[in-house]
């Protein structure tokens, strides 16, 4: 299959990359840029685990193509990964949270829930319980049963309102 | 002193940051220069024999480097010893839908895939077997030759005098349960990332490197050895995380042998990920059980005998089949006080994915009927289901009618909890139509006395190394897969050492670099590496406080070590400053006090003073001394479980 060139924005850096059409965003952030965090967990959106933000939006990777992504004459569209969430090489509270407070066992879903709860934040900075669980339906762990996250995700938002 | 500073309270693990930043790598995460990327062409059929195989037209396809089929690997393997019964790729039949038959190695995902297509495989259908109770009844077509009748395994256990058990018994209950199979579904499907060196004294392939998602990877060392005809020192496995196991990753599963054979046929590194359907075709779940129980009790509720006979839905292969069925009867014993116990267990091979080891490996089917049963005759006799329970408990520590040593049980003080935090006396058969509370129990044993490879040798050893800025790097075989055993092995020797965590880097589950642990299964790690971890720390600790008595002027049992200081007892001892205390957190803390230090290449270099005796001194004080008192400092633990419960 021909490959096309194209560029993609990804945690604040612009990258020029020739890919097949058919190729996903995941297999292209893993494989062409090497940003190993999303992950492959169910290859039929039913898991989280790949979930990247697309202009704020959590999307799943998996099951988009990278091209749809890429500039089309407009703006080129801004792709968040697990990887641009720290913040300036230090963690940032909902990263810190998480360890603290037991959110991540395994760790093999929690770069999805770490994007998935940031996006939540910057749109929502005060999220009441069922906003969290709204938030979160659409990613599984199979570890922790959740309710250390729901933890977490309190310590977080408590975190980052003494800091301001 | 004798509380705890650093175990039993709640710590981020270790690798947690490396799990929220996704710096953490996975085995599918890592990629080698040159690497190829394998699939697998998986069986239609339940059950065939393969008449032919032709890859020629897959070999033309650009890209495609191999193509990879069962004669390039016959030797049977398995995870117990008596079920070798597995091959790298179906050699001459297949005996499930998703078996495995061909394995093509090429330059992309994308070409493997497209090159299953091409390859042409002649199969002639064979009769299946899809039920257990069925499959125990076929003459002829067996599964595997050399096992008649398709069963795997089958067990006859009578302890006490089970027949006047029921005699003895005023009511008598039978009733046929069924529980359903289950799968793990841990999060990360399996991946294995091989890679031979080339030996720069044959300039032949030589040593291999095998990176995968395991529980086990001693044994998948073991299993690689076998197939591939190496020695085990020639083999290098390395756990990276792991993304959950659940027993799923427990044994070794096909494409880990597969990656290795096709590596080496491919003289690449060659990498393979399962696609989650593949991980349901690996399988090695709990198995579909059909249970017949008869329970017999006095009119108290007190049981006087129990029989049970279990057939299991094993799936294709052995897998850890036949102690599946030994645990579903020998763990009827340890929950109860029970005096008479028969148990008969089959393990019955079907054309299915083979089931394994889950959580609770053996035990929870048998026990979901066991408690339903006692529920039933709760409500026959009319004794509250709490109740009932309370009149069979066990009285540790004790030895039960099959020979399992209870040591700790709880499950008084956990009946008591629940029924208290149920409000059970209160809210039980009053809540709104399908609503109920329920009690059920069950027990599990921390760490079966035997290893699946029959040794006298230990099951689990730690060692230790300390650097002269008073850095410990533990050195631990268990593998974590989630469950946060690299954080209990350096929670336990920080806690021995006295010493905060931030001074413990934990290497694990490397088979090059780490001791022996025989893996993450059977609830073994905290208990067996723990204790392993327990007894180098102590071994370390007794070379620091040999030193540090003799230059504190004491007997050893006088010194005392925590906080990251050591002192004499009953020294007057000095909150160390909240800046040093700080300091602690990080790598390097300075050496303060009577000792002169320099930095030289990030260790200190110790110039001991003519002093007289000091009466308290820091680790790294403590530590240089003793390396100046034996000329190196290491520990080394070990655990083996005892003789007599072998």
Redesign the interface.
Known sequence: MNKELVELRVNGRRHELAIEPSELLLDVLRQELELTGSKRGCDDSSCGACTVLVDGVPVLSCTMLAMSCSSSGGATPEITTVEGIADHGALAAIQKAYGDWGGAQCGYCTPGFMVTVKALLDSNPDPSEEDIRRALSGNLCRCTGYTQMYQAIKAAIEAEKSAR | MSDFSIIGK?V??I????????????A??L?LPGMLYGKILHSPYPHALIKRISASRARLLEGVVTVVTGPDAPNKYGILPVGHDETALAVEKVRYVGDNVACVVATSE?IAERALELIDVEYEALPAWFDPEDSMKATADWIHSQRPNNIEKDYHHVFGDPDKGFAEADYVTEHRYIAAEVTH?????HSTLASFEIDSLTGQPGRLTVWSSTQVPYYLQHKLSIVLEMPMSQIRVIKP????G?GGKSEVIPLEIIAAVAARKAKAPVKI?Y???EVFWAHRGRPRTIIDLKTGVKNDGRITSVAAKVIQDGGAYCSYGVVTILYSGALLGALYDISNIKYDGYRVLTNKPACGAMRGHGTVNVRFAFESQLDEIAVHLKIDPAEIRRRNLLKPPCVTINNLRVQSYGLPECIEKVVERSQWNTRRGKLPPGRGLGLGCSHYVSGAANSIIRSDMPHSTVNLKIDRDGGVVVYTGASD????SDTMVAQIVAEVLGISLARIKVVAADTDLTPIDIGSYSSRVTFMNGNAALRAAQDVKSKIIAAAARKMGCAPEDVIMRDDRVWKQGANIQAPPADQAEAAQGSVQEVSGRVEGQTLRGSLQQKRKDEGPKDQMSFEEAVVSAIDFSGALSGTGSYAPPKEAR
């Open positions: 709640a981020a693990l690798d947690s940051a490396g799990k929220t930043t996704g710096q953490g790598k996975y599918d995460d990629a994308a579904a841990a999060m990360e499907p995380l792991v993304g959950g659940f990920t696609s989650r359907e897969i989630g469950q946060g």
